[in-house]
């Protein structure tokens, strides 16, 4: 993990432990310097990929803020950290109906830009997502073994993003999300609890390393009366 990504963890548990609301204000910049050890450019870089994420917000001259918009139940289409992360005011579970290595199919290799296909296995994982025990989400993945070496039903069964940023120390380094609305099919809706023809929302994301290698390509497809989702909007330039 980078020493940035532990700073901008160390200050998302310092929001949190110091139970901090919309608009409070962080130590400045000079303080985390000092405090967390690192150079200013360290901390820039953890705060900048904070404010990408919609935890907080630079006003020049005047310091670093909580943002502290995000609705109660709502999933950050931009937060990496997955489901356990965005939605972690809720118990959220797995269901995994399979979990195979196989070899790519034409829409993996697309989207993972895999260079040669015969010599790469992916890992397919399909999942039922739950929360609060109702299912919200029916998710297909595929992972590039080549960077993700193991996976297993418990794994599966939990967090795989915790999994991949924490045990394997893989930074994520963002994301690509392409949104829209659809049909249930039959087999979706019976996991869902829904009705064949009900609508959904579907989306298609492709993960990536800090070097820009894709290792996770996934399809989702959403309860519509179950998820909410928001964007928050961000300057990405440094303030300071």
Same mark, same amino acid.
């Given at each position: ?5 532990? &700073? ?24 985390? &310097?000092?405090?967390?050890?690192? $150079?200013?450019?360290? &901390?820039?870089?953890? #705060? ?12 020049? +001259?005047? +310091? &670093?803020?909580?943002? +502290? =918009? ?6 950050? #289409?931009? =937060? ?24 790519? %199919? ?13 010599? %790469? ?11 609060? +025990?109702?299912? @919200? ?5 595929? @992972? ?12 599966? $069964?939990? $967090? ?63 309860? @519509? ?16």
């Amino acid at each position: 993990m980078a020493k940035y990504e532990e &700073v901008a963890g160390a200050l998302v548990r310092y929001i949190n432990e110091n139970e901090l609301n919309a608009d409070d204000k962080l130590p400045s910049i000079q303080e985390m &310097v000092d405090y967390y050890q690192v $150079s200013k450019n360290t &901390v820039l870089s953890a #705060l900048n990929d904070l404010e990408k994420q919609g935890l907080i917000y630079q006003v020049r +001259g005047s +310091g &670093v803020y909580v943002r +502290g =918009n995000q609705r109660k139940g709502y999933i950050n #289409l931009l =937060n990496l950290g997955g489901f356990n992360s965005t939605l972690s005011q809720f118990k959220i579970d797995s269901k995994v109906l399979s979990l195979e290595l196989i070899a790519p %199919t034409d829409e993996a290799v697309e989207n993972l830009k895999i260079d040669d296909p015969a010599k %790469t296995k992916v890992y397919h994982v399909t999942r039922i997502r739950y929360i609060e +025990g109702r299912p @919200f989400c029916v998710e297909e993945s595929y @992972f590039d073994k080549d960077i993700i070496p193991y996976l297993s039903e418990e794994i599966a $069964s939990n $967090s795989i993003f915790d999994y991949i940023t924490e045990d394997l120390e893989i930074p994520i380094g963002y994301g690509d999300h392409f949104l829209r609305v659809g049909k249930l099919k039959a087999e979706q809706a019976a996991h869902l609890n829904l009705s064949e023809g009900d609508p959904c929302l579907k989306t298609e994301s492709i993960f990536h390393l800090n070097n820009g290698k894709p290792f996770d390509y996934s399809k989702i497809t959403y309860h @519509f009366e179950e998820t909410q989702f928001f964007i928050q909007g961000a300057s990405t330039q440094y303030r300071y």
